[in-house]
């Protein structure tokens, strides 16, 4: 047992009569960053506030840090920090009175309370604005005093739910770099959820993904990829110069190819299975007069193996508007079945 | 975890809480002008007395035929020239001051009857006929009273003068003959209590329970919402530390919203405390405490500050209206009365208003210390559990 920081046991959650989540077993090693990916109400959150304490279970258990999570809930308390999607922080308060306030919550003594204060706030290049009331912050700087309000009292999991929801990319990129820095020099456990795909792709040790409430795979990013790219997966973007509507509709009706994807006025990103996917798919291309630009391999994502196993896609809010996705064949064809 | 850490961590708590309070600029100004907006309020618009109105325009139909209306006109014009209550005009008889009044524009009326002179020569009484405008009881309960006044004392002086002429009575005895009995009221304190005097410890009492009721469950609530309580939750702290802290910031900031009512009650309204000061505050404070569980309780049930604001408003009118504060419990119908025998308010208020008023120690008021006790406590016992569960749901 010592080796895993969590362990959990047919986990449930009822809100009346939905099942938020069901029958969850699955364990986390030390010092492991490991992701929960999952649409928006698959019951990420739930999960993580039942691990934090913040939820009681209705059936199953869980150890966290070696704890009860019902009849230790004081003791998780100690070990754990939370970044939940909503911000920690009040706005009237400065950065340094924010943390101060947390510091005592924690028990920290007056001097190395200070000493951690200006420390974290020196890890996230924060020390100028010390003094400086949240609300007047960005949404980047307050996600970072947000993230190192966690880590004051040096704990030994972390969880993060959706610590880059709707920052701009230059603070995605730094939290995640401070997320994988924490993970490396102080081996913190990390227990991330989020409901984009390359983020967990970059981040995580192990990835399991969640839907409906269940846990329908979990394994390494590399080896969930090999999963569907192991059936000869071919995963390709099509530059072609002159590509109209009915070419690419003649294109998704050859058999090699499982979707189909507009990615812009020129470009295609095509899945396809088969031996000879490759050629089949740029003899269409020929067959219908396209001039092919450029043809780039693309590994597959997790968002192909999400896709894959449930049949759907995880959208991103925002993109999705902007992403045109047609499937070949009937949705039922590509049932979960292959999942092991 | 010790006693010492849970008071600890609910002083971090509340020091957070007002903290913020006084870096909200308009939070602050609230607190000082919500009090005064009340006690300005209350301070004007209820009436003194019966005995205050001024220039109230009264019609006057003199049907007599005889000498005497005349003289009664007369007399009364004199008689209201030195108490200003009213400003006389004429009117041609019943059906005219009816209309006046109609149109609005007269309060009220006097008809010196046809047989005026007549009936007086015989022996009999000469009788006055007051009409008033009965859309507004209140201003007609007051030239009713004023009319009422003036005849009767009209009528006093008629009857001395009679007596000192026909029976030959001395000028200086004739009242006794007439009013043979005089009462004088002795009062416990120096002054009249103006209904202002009678009204700030209310008031004091409210806007406590109030601060505290809207207070605490908006305290918790918005925290809620807005998902820092968890941070609170996730930390190794008792959850008693939580629901503490936020009773200590809201129980500071009702104990200074009453300071700056009885502040202003003294400054600006001339209200006299007749007791200990120190009393005043004791009682505030056990007020506080008998609130504070109804406001947890409130909290528990509701999942979103907007049921939280709801809920309180539904529970708070009420005892406003029946805890005494604006009318007296004595003048509500019976069972009425039996609620407010059961609203803390009731008891603050009157415990305020014994020591405030009446200067009142500590053993004239044990009951209501005793209740207030006891609400506080009955309901902080429902409550503690009652929140506990709310925040594991």
Do not use: E
């Given at each position: 047992m010592d080796e895993y920081s969590i362990v959990t046991d047919s986990l449930t959650k009822r809100f009346g009569d939905l099942v938020a989540v069901d029958h969850v077993s699955f364990s986390v090693k030390k010092g492991e960053i490991f992701g929960f990916l999952g649409p928006n109400g698959a019951g990420k959150t739930t999960t993580i506030r039942m691990l934090c304490t913040l939820s009681r279970p209705s059936d199953g258990s869980a150890t966290v840090a070696g704890f009860d999570i019902v009849k230790g809930d004081n003791q998780v308390r100690e070990h754990i920090g939370l970044v939940s999607e909503k911000m920690i922080m009040y706005d009237r308060l400065t950065a340094y009175e924010n943390l101060k306030l947390f510091a005592k919550l924690y028990n920290i003594p007056k001097q190395k309370m200070e000493e951690k204060i200006d420390e974290l706030l020196k890890l996230v290049h924060m020390e100028k604005w010390k003094d400086a009331q949240i609300g007047t912050f960005s949404t980047g700087m307050k996600q970072r005093i947000n993230v190192i309000r966690a880590l004051l009292n040096e704990p030994k999991i972390l969880f993060l739910d959706e610590p880059t929801l709707g920052l701009d990319p230059q603070s995605t990129a730094e939290i995640r770099e401070f997320i994988r820095k924490i993970n490396a020099e102080n081996h913190t456990t990390i227990i991330l959820t989020t409901h984009m795909m390359a983020e967990a792709d970059l981040l995580c040790n192990r990835v399991g993904i969640i839907d409906h409430g269940k846990i329908v795979a979990l394994d390494t990013p590399q080896a969930l990829k090999k999963m569907i790219s192991g059936e000869d997966m071919l995963v390709i973007e099509l530059d072609i110069s002159n590509l109209t509507n009915g070419m690419a509709e003649i294109l998704q009706k050859n058999e090699c190819v499982k979707a189909l994807t507009r990615l812009s006025d020129t470009r295609l990103k095509v899945q396809a299975v088969g031996a000879n996917a490759f050629g089949s798919i740029l003899d269409t291309v020929k067959s219908q007069g396209g001039i092919l630009q450029s043809v780039k391999n693309l590994q597959p994502t997790l968002e192909d193996v999400f896709l894959h196993i449930t049949g759907r896609e995880v959208r991103d809010e925002a993109s999705s508007k902007v992403k045109e996705t047609r499937h070949h064949g009937p949705p039922g064809m590509r049932s979960n079945n292959r999942v092991r | 975890m010790g006693f010492k850490q849970t008071i600890n961590h609910s002083v971090w708590i509340c020091w957070k809480d007002l903290l913020e309070f006084t870096r909200s600029k308009m939070g602050l100004i609230m607190v000082i002008i919500m009090p005064l907006f009340m006690m300005i309020m209350v301070g004007f618009i209820f009436p003194d007395s019966a005995a205050t109105i001024e220039d109230a325009p009264i019609a006057v139909a003199n049907l007599d035929s005889g000498p005497l209306g005349g003289n009664f006109t007369a007399n009364l014009e004199y008689v209201n020239s030195e108490t200003g209550m009213m400003t006389l005009t004429s009117a041609d008889g019943m059906e005219d001051i009816r209309s006046q009044i109609y149109e609005g524009k007269i309060d009220g009326g006097i008809v010196i009857s046809e047989n005026f002179t007549a009936d007086l020569l015989a022996g009999r009484q000469g009788t006055i006929a007051i009409m008033t405008d009965q859309s507004n009881p209140q201003m007609s309960m007051q030239v009713q009273a004023a009319l009422s006044m003036t005849i009767t004392q009209m009528g006093s002086g008629a009857a001395m003068a009679n007596l000192n002429q026909t029976y030959g009575i001395p000028a200086n005895e004739t009242l006794a003959a007439i009013k043979p009995y005089t009462v004088e009221v002795e009062s416990l304190i120096p002054n009249d209590p103006s209904y202002f005097q009678f009204v700030a410890p209310g008031i004091m009492a409210m806007v406590v329970m109030m601060s505290l009721m809207t207070g605490l469950p908006h305290a918790i609530s918005y925290e809620k919402d807005t998902g820092t309580l968890d941070g609170m939750l996730v930390a190794?702290?008792?959850?008693l530390s939580i629901i503490l802290g936020k009773v200590l910031a809201q129980t500071s900031r009702g104990m200074l919203q009453g300071l700056i009512i009885l502040v202003l009650a003294i400054l600006l309204f001339g209200v006299t405390i007749y007791g200990n000061v120190l009393l005043v505050f004791f009682i505030m404070f056990l007020a506080v405490f008998s609130f504070v569980g109804l406001g947890i309780l409130i909290t528990s049930f509701s999942d979103k500050e907007e049921t939280a604001s709801m809920m309180m408003m539904t529970l708070m009118f009420p005892m406003m209206f029946l805890g005494g504060v604006f009318f007296p419990i004595e003048q509500m119908p019976g069972f009425m009365q039996t609620i407010s025998q059961f609203l803390p308010l009731t008891y603050a208020t009157s415990a305020l208003r014994k020591v405030m008023i009446l200067g009142a120690g500590i053993d004239s008021i044990m009951t209501e210390i005793l209740f207030m006790l006891a609400f506080g406590l009955i309901f902080l016992a429902v409550a503690v559990p009652m929140f506990k569960r709310a925040m594991n749901r």
């Open positions: - | 190794p702290i008792r959850r």
